[in-house]
């Protein structure tokens, strides 16, 4: 019964910023990793960013020094911040988990929120 729900998408102009939010609610031990993923039309989900509940992280290469992901274990969040934002950074963006519940350890997604960059 862990549900995500990701906030903070909508349309906006070429080098512009935009600060993603996704938060899990429900019975939740812990939060192992949390991540962003995206996927634009006629193109596979990848990766952008992705975090553990140390706080290390990982960028795709095309999103390094651009975005910047982080957590919040006490509000069971994880944010993205999206800068110097380009055309083809348009996509659904889809969070992902991996959570600890009291019955199953396992992923979780988001249903996704657009971001669209153009002027």
């Known amino acids: 019964q862990v549900q995500l729900v990701e906030s903070g998408g909508g349309l906006v102009q070429p080098g512009g910023s935009l600060r993603l939010s996704c938060a899990a609610s429900g019975s939740i031990f812990r939060l192992n990793a949390m991540g962003w993923y995206r996927q634009a039309p006629r193109k596979e989900r990848e990766l952008v960013a992705h975090i553990t509940s140390d706080g290390s992280t990982n960028y795709a290469d095309s999103v390094k020094g651009r975005f910047t992901i982080s957590g919040d274990n006490a509000k069971n969040t994880v944010n993205l911040q999206m800068n110097s934002l380009r055309p083809e950074d348009t996509a659904v963006y889809y969070c992902?988990?991996?959570?600890?519940?009291?019955?199953?350890?396992?992923?979780?997604w988001g249903q996704g929120t657009q971001v669209t960059v153009s002027s």
């Open positions: 992902k988990a991996m959570i600890r519940t009291m019955t199953v350890l396992r992923e979780y």
